[in-house]
């Protein structure tokens, strides 16, 4: 079992930057493919970016070379830096936890509202 907690959203103005981080419990983080999702009011939750435990990463089109996703496996922690945020980016972020051999299984946060306004 592995709980997750986001934290780090809030009101940015466009070209502003935030932080997001994600606590991991329960054993194993290691084992977990962590992502952070996103879901805007009207519209499907979408892959963000995602990174394994050696460090590979995975990113939408949409935030390539604007978000950063990192992991500190040491503190069962993922982070996502947002930079130039855009109003689109406006979305309930969550963070995710997959298991690298058990797809099925999988683990959400509660999710932490980001909103980009002037």
């Known amino acids: 079992q592995v709980q997750l907690v986001e934290s780090g959203g809030g009101l940015v103005q466009p070209g502003g930057s935030l932080r997001l981080s994600c606590a991991a419990s329960g054993s194993g983080f290691s084992i977990y493919v962590m992502g952070w999702y996103r879901q805007a009011p009207g519209k499907q939750r979408e892959l963000v970016a995602a990174?394994?435990?050696?460090?590979?990463?995975n990113y939408a089109d949409s935030v390539k070379g604007r978000f950063t996703i990192s992991r500190d496996n040491a503190k069962n922690t993922v982070y996502l830096q947002m930079n130039s945020l855009k109003p689109e980016d406006t979305a309930v972020y969550y963070c995710?936890?997959?298991?690298?051999?058990?797809?099925?299984?999988?683990?959400w946060g509660q999710g932490t509202q980001v909103t980009v306004s002037s």
């Open positions: 990174i394994t435990s050696g460090g590979s990463t």
């Open positions: 995710n936890a997959q298991h690298r051999m058990v797809p099925t299984l999988e683990y």
